[in-house]
C-alpha cells in the first residue's frame, strides 16, 4: 500500500498553489508535513485525497492511476483543524455514520464501532453526546470516524491547533500509537517544528507551495538541505549572518573570528552565510570557543522558565532563547555569544554547504 505522487502541481489561474512535487509514502508511515500558513500543506492535501485534481502529474494509490478519482470511491479519511461532530447523535452513531453510509451490517458496524473506540480510549462514552465531552474527547470522536472505515491513508490537517495545551500534548503522545495501531499511511499537517519531531516519522518541509525537504525527520532537523528548509524546521525561525572563510579562520560581520575546525576546515575560501538556531544564542560565555557578537535587545518575552529575546545585529533581527528569567533593559546594547559548533553553513544560494559540528554528532 503505497501512495506516489508524481510531478503533481496545482494551480488556479496565474497563482500556482503546489509546485511540481513527487513524493512516495510507504504503507504505516507516519509524515509530517510542515510549513508555516500558506505554504501549501492543506492544498498538497486535498491533492491526496482527491478533493482537487492535480493540474499536472499523477496520483498513484496501491499501484493504480487514481488522479481522477472521487474521493468517495477512495479508501480516504480526513480530519480537520475545525473538527466536526454530528451533536444529535451519540458518540457510538457519529462513529458508525460512515459505516452505515457504506451499507455495512449491524454486526460488522458494532464490532469495528467498539474496537476502535477502545483503541481511542472512548469506550465509556459511547452513549454520550458529543457535546457532553472535553475538546480532546470531542476531537478523538471525529479521528474514531475517520479510522473507523479501515482507510489507508488518513489525513491529519493541523487536527489539535483548537486544543488548549495540555491536550494538545496528550493527542500528540496518543496519535502515534494509533497510527501503529492502524497501520495505515498517516499524514499530519502543522505549522509546528516541535509537533514534527515529537511525532517523527518523516517530514516534508514546505515554503510558498515547494517541498524543500523529505525524509526522515531527525534528518531533516539536523541537516537541512537548504537554508529555507533550516528557516522552515526552527521556531523561532533560524538566525544567519554573513561570514567569510580565508586560510583556516571563519571572519564574522563586524571583526568577530573563529577557527575554522572539523568539517569546516575543508570549506574552500570564500563567502558564506553561517545560521544557527535561537537556543543556540548564550547570554554569557559558556564555552571558550564561543563567539562575542554586540547587539541591542529590541524586544523580550518571557516564558516562565526562558526568555525570548529579540535582538538587532547590524540591521538585522535575531531571536535568542536563553535559559531563565532576565532582567534586560530595552534598547540597551546585549553581548551576545555563539558556539561556533552550533553553526551551519550555507551558501550564498542558499544550499547548505556544511551542517553544524553538533548535528553530525547527534
Known amino acids: 500500500m503505497t501512495l506516489i505522487l508524481d510531478g503533481v502541481s496545482k494551480q488556479a489561474g496565474a497563482e500556482t498553489h503546489i509546485h511540481p512535487t513527487t513524493l512516495t509514502l510507504e504503507k504505516g508511515t507516519m509524515n509530517v508535513l510542515l510549513g508555516p500558513t500558506s505554504a501549501g500543506k492543506t492544498s498538497l492535501m486535498r491533492l491526496m485525497a482527491g478533493l482537487d485534481v492535480p493540474t499536472t502529474g499523477r496520483v498513484i494509490w496501491e499501484g493504480a492511476d487514481v488522479t481522477g478519482m472521487r ?53 465509556p462514552m459511547l452513549d ?86 523529505f525524509g526522515p525527520t531527525p534528518s531533516v532537523y539536523r541537516q537541512p538541505v537548504d537554508s529555507t528548509t533550516a528557516r522552515v524546521f526552527s521556531d523561532p525561525p533560524m538566525n544567519f549572518l554573513k561570514v567569510t572563510k580565508s586560510g583556516s579562520v571563519l571572519h564574522f560581520g563586524e571583526g568577530q573570528q573563529a577557527p575554522a575546525t572539523d568539517q569546516l576546515s575543508a570549506l574552500p ?66 553581548e551576545v555569544f555563539l558556539d561556533p559548533a552550533h553553526v551551519y553553513v550555507f551558501a550564498e544560494d542558499g544550499a547548505l554547504v556544511a551542517p553544524a559540528a553538533y548535528a553530525l554528532a547527534a
Not at 541591542?296 to 528569567?325: C, I, K, M, P, Y
Open 128 to 213: 454520550r453526546k458529543p457535546l457532553e465531552l472535553s475538546g480532546g474527547q470531542q476531537q478523538r470522536c471525529a479521528l474514531a470516524r475517520a479510522l473507523v472505515k479501515g482507510a489507508g491513508l488518513v489525513l491529519l490537517d493541523e487536527p489539535l491547533a483548537n486544543l488548549d495545551y495540555k491536550l494538545r500534548e496528550e493527542l500528540r503522545v496518543e496519535i502515534p500509537k494509533i497510527f501503529e495501531e492502524s497501520g495505515a499511511i498517516f499524514v499530519y499537517a502543522t505549522t509546528e517544528p516541535e509537533e514534527a519531531l515529537l511525532l517523527g516519522g518523516n517530514t516534508a518541509t514546505l515554503w510558498e507551495g515547494r517541498v524543500t525537504q
Open 269 to 334: 575560501d570564500g563567502r558564506y552565510i553561517a545560521g544557527f538556531r535561537p537556543n543556540h544564542l548564550e547570554i554569557g560565555r559558556h564555552t571558550g570557543q564561543a563567539v562575542a557578537f554586540r547587539t541591542t535587545l529590541v524586544v523580550t518575552e518571557l516564558t516562565g522558565s526562558e526568555t525570548f529575546v529579540h535582538l538587532d545585529h547590524a540591521g538585522e533581527r535575531w531571536v535568542g532563547l536563553v535559559q531563565g528569567v532576565h532582567d534586560l533593559s530595552l534598547g540597551a546594547e546585549l
Open 71 to 123: 474521493v468517495q470511491d477512495r479508501r480516504v479519511a480526513m480530519v480537520y483543524q475545525q473538527f466536526i461532530n454530528y451533536p444529535s447523535m451519540t458518540v457510538y452513531d457519529n462513529i458508525a455514520s460512515p459505516l452505515r453510509l457504506m451499507g455495512r451490517s449491524k454486526a460488522e458496524i458494532d464490532h469495528a464501532v467498539k474496537s476502535t473506540a477502545e483503541m481511542m480510549q472512548l469506550s
